[in-house]
């Protein structure tokens, strides 16, 4: 039997979601966009598979899923019907066809990640979903530095989380930085706050909320920009580990090469 291949492009706040997988008795991003899928379409004869698994409270503004269904869709009609259902928080895109020839999971592609954050005076409750604070005054000059220690291929074992005996720990970053904040804002926004920008081919369960805890850590002067750049040397220094917290941290983007 013929199977149709499609991907759903979509946006979310994760504030309120334990994550992107479908888990049991808890309100998840796959949950909530199959059950939506599953009125919208009149049945549940079809499969989802996610290009990445956000963690909870993650938030995308750039997310895609595949759609494997049976029978074609009319992609306009589906497409307007999941955002008359959808909640406010999930948002969908666009809706492209694609064919079996592509896999979300396997397919080269690049993600882009940003996390936000403030430091110093206390922010409005309301910034909560959306970045991190930390009430200590931070080092901005020598997170920037550290932030650019990332880039380029490095050893990252010290950056990922309960590792299997298969995960690969030498990984390229094609960009890093810290820049200030210049692309969210609100009236509840402290007056200053900042983005570490992070994009590569792929990264590890909680490798970018690691690297922000040891720009953190750099920041308050807990650890030096010597210390940070031999955690990435492959040299056997130990971890860091100080976990950002996740609500800071958005999935900006994934381009498919």
């Known amino acids: 039997m013929k199977k149709y291949y499609y991907l759903i492009h979509f946006q979310f706040l994760g504030f309120r979601y334990h994550g992107w997988q479908k888990q049991p008795q808890v309100k998840t991003v796959q949950g909530m966009l199959e059950k ?5 379409l009149g049945h549940d004869n079809y499969r989802t ?15 895609v899923f595949e759609l494997f269904t049976k029978e074609p869709i009319d ?26 020839h592509f896999n979300i999971i396997q397919h080269s592609k690049t993600k882009e ?3 936000l954050f403030s430091f110093g005076a206390k922010n409005h ?3 909560a979903p959306f970045m991190s604070y930390i009430i200590q005054d931070l080092d901005l000059e020598i997170m920037k530095k550290g932030a650019k220690l990332f880039q380029g291929p490095h050893h990252f074992k010290n950056y990922a989380y309960k590792p299997s005996d298969i995960t690969v720990f030498d990984r390229v970053i094609d960009e890093a930085e810290i820049i200030e904040n210049n692309l969210y804002t609100a ?3 402290p007056e200053k706050s900042y983005i570490f920008r992070v994009k590569g081919e ?17 920041g308050k002067g807990e650890i030096t920009l010597a210390a940070l750049q031999q955690s990435i040397d492959g040299s056997e220094a130990g971890a860091f580990s100080y976990i950002a917290p996740a ?3 958005i999935l900006k983007g994934v381009e498919f090469d």
């Open 113 to 115: 990640y940003l996390y």
């Open 49 to 63: 598979l996610g290009s990445s698994r956000t963690d909870a409270m993650v938030s995308a503004e750039g997310g």
């Open 247 to 249: 609500s800071g941290l």
């Open 187 to 189: 009236n509840f926004f």
């Open 202 to 218: 792929g990264f590890m369960r909680y490798q970018v909320r690691l690297m922000m805890g040891a720009l953190f850590l750099l």
């Open 36 to 40: 939506t899928l599953t009125f919208v």
């Open 125 to 127: 409750p309301f910034a």
């Open 75 to 100: 992609t306009e009609a589906i497409f307007d019907l999941l955002n008359e259902n959808l909640p406010s928080d999930i948002r969908a895109l666009k809706i492209e066809e694609t064919d079996k």
